[in-house]
């Protein structure tokens, strides 16, 4: 369900002859988005109308993603986890609001929007997932030995520097992690402390290559 709500921002036109400075205001449209994922997601189409609202979102709209799940197909997560990218990619600011149990693909989320925030009790479970095949014994084979390269690849992207790589590794052995509010707040801010000094170590290197090509 997509609740929209529409802000009128408009000014006065001033009268040039009248004073010794004006000023033009350039009315403006601007929308709240607020985007519910709640429950479990079992194919890209049960989260189509949020995808695209994050589509349709510009910079000057505000978008609240409502949050609380088990989860659910992880490629289909995967189809909201890419808009919520093209949106930021975009200007956009996509803000988490994580209520009660957030499961299994759900996590990835929070870590994938510009800024979250969690209720009183908000708790996590990470875990490795399973996988349903079907099929021939051959259709069985080739699609389940896809699916566990494709889980941990995926796993491995979104929790590198949430997670330590033995967190990581554990995990996809089939042990669950647990997390309160406060826990996965503490772990995102530290992985956010670790890409700032990842993106300055790589402007520094830009800067340096810079300045060696202007002394050739």
Same mark, same amino acid.
């Given at each position: 369900?997509?609740k929209?709500?529409?802000?009128?921002?408009?000014?006065?036109?001033?009268?040039?002859?009248? *004073?010794?400075?004006?000023?033009?205001?350039?009315?403006?449209?601007?929308?709240?988005?607020? +985007?519910?994922?709640?429950?479990?997601? !079992?194919?890209?189409?049960?989260?189509? !109308?949020?995808?695209?609202? /994050?589509?349709?979102?510009?910079?000057?709209?505000?978008?609240?993603l409502?949050?609380?799940?088990?989860?659910?197909?992880?490629? #289909?997560?995967d189809?909201? +986890?890419?808009? *919520?990218?093209?949106?930021?990619?975009?200007?956009?600011?996509? $803000? @988490?609001?994580?209520?009660?149990?957030?499961? &299994?693909?759900?996590?990835?989320?929070?870590?994938? @929007?510009?800024?979250?925030? /969690?209720a009183?009790?908000?708790h996590?479970? /990470?875990?490795?997932? &399973?996988?349903?095949?079907?099929?021939?014994?051959?259709?069985?084979?080739?699609? #389940?030995?896809?699916?566990?390269?494709?889980?941990?690849?995926?796993?491995?992207?979104?929790? %590198?520097?949430?997670?330590?790589?033995?967190?990581?590794?554990?995990?996809?052995?089939?042990?669950?992690?647990?997390?309160?509010?406060?826990?996965?707040?503490?772990?995102? !801010?530290?992985?956010n402390?670790i890409?700032?000094?990842?993106?300055?170590?790589e402007? %520094?290197?830009? #800067? #340096?290559?810079?300045? $060696?090509? /202007?002394?050739?």
């Amino acid at each position: 369900m997509i609740k929209q709500t529409r802000n009128i921002k408009a000014g006065t036109q001033m009268d040039y002859d009248s *004073i010794p400075f004006h000023v033009d205001t350039i009315p403006m449209n601007s929308y709240t988005y607020n +985007l519910f994922v709640y429950g479990h997601i !079992n194919n890209a189409f049960d989260a189509v !109308n949020v995808i695209t609202a /994050l589509q349709q979102a510009t910079p000057d709209d505000t978008v609240n993603l409502f949050l609380s799940g088990e989860g659910g197909c992880l490629s #289909s997560v995967d189809a909201l +986890l890419h808009a *919520i990218e093209m949106a930021r990619e975009n200007g956009v600011c996509v $803000h @988490c609001i994580a209520s009660g149990m957030v499961a &299994s693909a759900f996590t990835f989320i929070p870590l994938a @929007c510009s800024s979250f925030e /969690l209720a009183a009790g908000t708790h996590f479970l /990470l875990h490795c997932g &399973s996988i349903r095949n079907g099929g021939t014994l051959n259709e069985y084979r080739t699609s #389940s030995a896809f699916h566990v390269q494709y889980m941990e690849e995926r796993f491995k992207a979104q929790y %590198e520097h949430f997670l330590t790589p033995k967190e990581i590794e554990d995990m996809l052995k089939g042990v669950d992690m647990w997390l309160t509010a406060g826990q996965f707040a503490e772990r995102y !801010n530290k992985r956010n402390d670790i890409l700032l000094e990842l993106s300055k170590a790589e402007k %520094e290197m830009v #800067s #340096s290559a810079d300045f $060696h090509e /202007l002394d050739r």
